[in-house]
């Protein structure tokens, strides 16, 4: 069972930039497609992006693109979330999550998911 730590969640002022990591301590990511979702208090869960294995090909949500990247470095086992810009209803609990398969050419953002990390709360408010 692949077990994924999300990391980097913290307060931070609305235009201000965060960055979320995702790693395992026990397995390799490497071959996994992943992407991060989120969910705010009383909202459904949201897709927020995702990024292939091997191309590192990445696809966004409307509400993120342009704002918020997705990158991942297989040395280091980590797939990051640079997110700037931020507003206040980005304030939301961040999952990492992670699939396995064939590499796609985009990944579907919506999944399905396999795996999930635990979450990591972000809240952007002043």
């Known amino acids: 069972q692949l077990q994924i730590v999300e990391s980097g969640g913290g307060l931070v002022q609305p235009g201000g930039s965060l960055r979320l990591s995702c790693t395992s301590s026990?397995?390799?990511?490497?071959?996994?497609?992943m992407g991060w979702l989120r969910q705010a208090p009383g909202k459904e869960r949201e897709e927020v992006g995702c990024?292939?294995?091997?191309?590192?090909?990445?696809n966004y949500a409307d509400s993120v693109r342009g704002r918020f990247t997705i990158s991942r470095d297989d040395a280091k086992n980590t797939m990051y979330l640079q997110m700037n810009g931020l507003k206040p209803n980005d304030t939301a609990t961040y999952y990492c999550?992670?699939?396995?398969?064939?590499?796609?050419?985009?990944?579907?953002?919506?999944?399905?998911?396999?795996?999930w990390g635990r979450g990591t709360q972000v809240t952007v408010s002043s």
């Open positions: 026990a397995f390799s990511l490497e071959f996994y497609t």
């Open positions: 999550v992670a699939r396995g398969g064939p590499v796609p050419g985009i990944c579907a953002i919506e999944g399905p998911w396999s795996y």
């Open positions: 990024i292939t294995w091997r191309d590192h090909n990445t």
